[in-house]
């Protein structure tokens, strides 16, 4: 088995590469070190998997969390592969056997931390043929990253130990300065940079505004129930939020865990153990929560507030739908969030730099085009098409002549001479005569319920898109009150016209409303419309006996893309069986008579 395609047909059951990854793999192969950016999801590991699968020796691939590892590793041996890992959950005796066994090249990819590797390097330069250098999650390595962690700091050291041993880092979301700082870091020797399309258009992307908490939580409730039995991530802000959440998420039935910074690391593990064996089907968590999760079927990713970064935004709902199938991801956006956000950005180290991605997200979670084109964009990748799978296409917002709305508002800030920002702006148009209105005489002023026949919670989005089109903005330093700008007073004062965008809201409480359906054909993203789904549930339950037989999460076994092939295609010989998506020949040799017996009897039964 000498070529890179018939190692990935044979252990990994695959007939073609993703764009990139040959490539990258014959680059290694030759020796020469690369720096990899690729989606989540988008098939990095295959670029350093292959290469230690044909090299002499065994490739050192690190990696932050020992989950992740342990994740890594069990999908190797579940494709034949010898794998291990030397972590503090080993004990000694198994770490030295693991040694013994790479210094006699039984292993071909040692999974390892960066602060272990430190410890073991003596022996690895003494005693140990190294194939190559894995670097996962390579933009921990820089001060820029948004993971930065210290320990990755010192594998700079690698190159001088280990001068002609190829190193591949490989990162999800790495900006231009980050990328210069891997290379610069790491000590790369002429690296070539290999740059994967980021469009993962099994993703449909959807931007919900000025929800309150109540409406979020039927948003949500909506998005389980489409999603029973499958798995989902819900990230929050804060850890306060992510309790409450889950509090409320139980109560309605939902099989929830919580996960943030806040908990033991004994709690921690158990949800993201729970988690990824499908014991509970939804994790409410803070960004802490995700690097270590490799599981392949997660199908809605929600972000219950708005995100830091595009950067940080983009690799958290990239942790669905890797293994291609459809995924929805949906992102809540209201005024706090950009207040909050702002907070963080104003007590960060890097305030400039870190207000400059805020407002990206922002520019994104208002955008009225597509949203698939602001994302690829942000990475540098161009498309002439809209994307015809996120909120914007499926319905493009409709305008209005929006003037007399937005020089209403105006001059309510303008009465308070700029004293107020939105909520009691809203209050003030809508006529509400809330304790902070009368103890300030608001309810006196020429505005006072100028816009009582538009919902408040209208006016809060209408005062939204005013600050996204430039008419007003937040003095952060002036216990962000709204100021209204130029451009403001050219229309307050008549000189300019306003167009404002159409709401129009779902009846969340309808219980039988009719679903939004993305435009993503199943059968594109892989889910043929000719599959038996009586097959594909009795397919699924004899993946997970054989998972919880060998401890395994139940994607490893085998990925649902390939279940639901298998439930169209219905092969009832081994041949046949290792023909499908998926399956190589450790799998077809290992499980193939058991799936086929189901498929027969389901056959003869039918």
Request: charged residues 25%; neutral net charge; hydrophobic residues 35%.
């Amino acid at each position: 088995m000498n070529t890179p395609q018939q190692i990935l047909k044979s252990y990994y059951g695959y007939d073609r590469f993703r764009p990139m990854q040959e490539e990258i793999i014959r680059h290694v192969l030759q020796g020469k070190d690369a720096l990899v950016l690729m989606p989540t999801g988008g098939g990095k590991s295959i670029c350093f998997q292959i290469p230690a699968l044909m090299l002499d020796g065994t490739a050192i691939v690190v990696s932050p969390l020992i989950s992740l590892m342990k994740d890594q590793v069990e999908a190797l041996r579940a494709n034949g592969i010898q794998a291990e890992t030397i972590n503090s959950g080993n004990d000694e005796f198994t770490n030295r056997i693991i040694r013994e066994r790479c210094q006699r090249g039984e292993v071909k990819l040692l999974y390892i931390s960066p602060e272990r590797l430190m410890t073991e390097i003596t022996w690895m330069v003494q005693d140990l043929e190294i194939s190559l250098f894995a670097i996962d999650e390579a933009h921990c390595i820089s001060q820029w990253g948004h993971d930065f962690r210290p320990e990755y700091t010192q594998l700079g050291i690698l190159h001088e130990k280990f001068p002609t041993v190829p190193i591949i880092a490989l990162t999800a979301t790495a900006d231009k300065i980050t990328k210069a700082d891997i290379v610069e870091r790491l000590q790369l020797h002429n690296p070539q940079l290999f740059i994967g399309s980021f469009d993962r258009p099994n993703l449909s992307l959807d931007v919900k505004r000025g929800y309150a908490a109540k409406d979020k939580i039927r948003t949500i409730m909506h998005v389980i129930r489409r999603h029973l039995h499958e798995s989902g991530i819900i990230y929050c802000l804060a850890r306060k939020t992510t309790e409450k959440l889950a509090e409320k998420l139980r109560a309605n039935g939902v099989s929830v865990g919580i996960y943030h910074a806040g908990l033991s690391i004994e709690e921690r593990n158990k949800v993201q153990e729970d988690f990824v064996n499908d014991r509970i089907h939804v994790v409410v968590a803070t960004i802490a929560f995700g690097m270590g999760i490799d599981k392949s079927n997660v199908r809605f990713v929600i972000h219950y507030n708005l995100p830091q970064s595009i950067e940080s935004f983009y690799q958290e709902i990239g942790r669905g739908g890797r293994d291609g199938l459809p995924t929805e991801t949906l992102l809540f956006y209201n005024v706090q969030d950009l207040i909050t956000l702002r907070r963080f950005v104003d007590d960060s180290g890097q305030k400039e730099i870190n207000l400059e991605k805020l407002k990206r997200m922002q520019e994104y979670a208002e955008a009225q085009v597509c949203r698939r084109r602001i994302l690829l964009n942000y990475f540098n990748e161009t498309t002439d098409r809209n994307c015809g799978n996120c909120d914007v296409c499926i319905s493009p917002p409709k305008h209005f002549d929006g003037t007399e709305h937005v020089q209403k508002a105006l001059s309510a800030i303008m009465r308070t001479k700029e004293q107020i920002g939105f909520t009691l702006t809203a209050e003030i148009l809508h006529g509400t005569y809330s304790s902070e209105v009368t103890a300030k005489g608001y309810q006196l002023l020429k505005t006072f319920g100028a816009g009582r026949d538009v919902p408040f919670r209208d006016w809060q989005d209408y005062l939204l898109q005013m600050l996204q089109m430039g008419f007003l903005e937040i003095a952060y330093n002036e216990d962000r009150h709204l100021k209204v700008t130029p451009l403001g007073k050219e229309v307050l004062y008549g000189r300019k016209r306003a167009e404002l965008a159409i709401i129009e809201r779902e009846d969340l409480r309808v219980r039988n409303h009719k679903e939004r359906q993305f435009n993503l054909i199943e059968e594109d993203a892989g889910i043929p419309k000719t599959e038996n789904k009586v097959l594909f549930e009795r397919l699924r339950e004899l993946r997970k006996q054989i998972a919880e037989a060998n401890h395994w999460p139940a994607y490893i076994v085998m990925s649902d893309k390939s279940l639901h092939m298998l439930a169209t295609e219905q092969p009832t010989t081994l041949q046949a069986f290792g023909e499908i998506f998926g399956i190589g020949q450790h799998k077809r040799d290992t499980y193939g008579e058991r799936f086929i017996a189901v498929i027969k009897d389901f056959v003869q039964s039918e």
